[in-house]
């Protein structure tokens, strides 16, 4: 019998080696003279045992679906502090109240216009020049926000885009959440928004 190819398959020493006369590999467990042999240099050189690399950790967002459904979550967070309370109907009435606060102020409000306005006030019992301006305050910083939300959405889309590795999705995620905070501070919405 020829052996070649001695390998250490195992941690616990385990050699495999390839039998030139049958064509076949062969196991030459720890203990058995065979192995013994194959140790001391007898049957030829043995390749030390390699561990396997381990298995790569998946990726936090597999796809960029993934990632970009993670970047809306994250948004819809931030966001909570302006619209976490507010119906769906509402958010649809803000630039409708936004139209009608600014005619409020200039005198040029319709019947409807004024019955928004001053319903609302009648509610909170302000003055409706005061619901108004704090109407346009609100719609000029959400406007900041959302053209700063809608860019940041475009942005990590291309990066996405541009990048292979699911990997390194993850990072790209984090870097907007970072630059979301320092955007929004900028917009001195850090106070709205419960930034820190």
């Known amino acids: 019998m020829t052996l070649e190819s001695l390998t250490t398959i195992n941690p616990q020493g385990g050699i495999q080696a390839h039998n030139t006369k049958t064509g076949a590999d062969i196991y030459i467990a ?14 030829g050189p043995v390749a030390p045992y390699v561990a396997p690399p381990k298995p790569e950790e998946p990726p936090e967002f597999p796809d960029k679906a993934a990632a970009m459904a993670a970047l809306k979550a994250y948004i819809e967070r931030f966001l909570a502090p302006i619209t976490g309370a507010i119906t769906a109907e509402e958010k649809v009435s803000w630039p409708v109240k936004e139209v009608a606060a600014i005619a409020y102020l200039a005198g040029t409000a319709d019947a409807s216009a ?24 609100e719609a000029e910083t959400f406007r900041g926000l959302a053209a700063m939300i809608a860019g940041l959405r475009r942005k990590v889309s291309a990066a996405l885009d541009a990048e292979s590795d699911p990997h390194k999705y993850a990072a790209i995620i984090a870097a907007a959440e970072a630059e979301a905070v320092t955007l929004a501070t900028a917009l001195g919405a850090a106070e709205e928004l419960g930034i820190e």
């Open 30 to 43: 720890p203990g058995t003279v065979l192995h013994d042999l194959a140790l001391a240099g007898t049957l």
């Open 114 to 137: 004024t019955a928004m306005i001053e319903g609302e006030a009648a509610v909170t019992t302000e003055d409706p020049s005061d619901l108004c301006d704090k109407i346009l305050a």
